[in-house]
């Protein structure tokens, strides 16, 4: 079964930033469109960015100039940088395919603290 890993949060300040990362355990986050979410405490999981497999990207508004998707296809991985970094940032995140059809990972933590 296809299985999600999110890794690469912390408890960082306001300005900081962090690099996440999304790998599978077979070779096929390169063959999907891909997606970061996030979900902060008492509120629905939503979509942050986008990066397609023909390489186009998407940005949620609240993310533009701060947030940067990429994909290393080498390692079959997904990316999101995050930098400037707020406390409205602090969430869970999550990523999958477009669809959401792949088994959700358990995430990983980011607390910005102001």
């Known amino acids: 079964q296809k299985h999600l890993v999110e890794s690469g949060g912390g408890l960082v300040q306001h300005g900081e930033s962090l690099r996440l990362a999304c790998v599978g355990n077979g070779h096929f986050i390169n063959h999907e469109n891909m997606e970061w979410f996030h979900q902060a405490p008492g509120r629905q999981r939503e979509r942050v960015a986008t990066?397609?497999?023909?390489?186009?990207?998407v940005y949620q508004d609240s993310v533009k100039g701060r947030f940067t998707i990429s994909r290393d296809n080498t390692m079959d991985a997904v990316y999101l940088q995050m930098n400037d970094l707020k406390p409205e940032d602090t969430a869970v995140y999550y990523c999958?395919?477009?669809?959401?059809?792949?088994?959700w990972g358990q995430g990983t933590q980011v607390t910005v603290s102001s």
């Open positions: 999958n395919n477009i669809a959401q059809s792949l088994p």
């Open positions: 990066i397609y497999v023909g390489g186009n990207i």
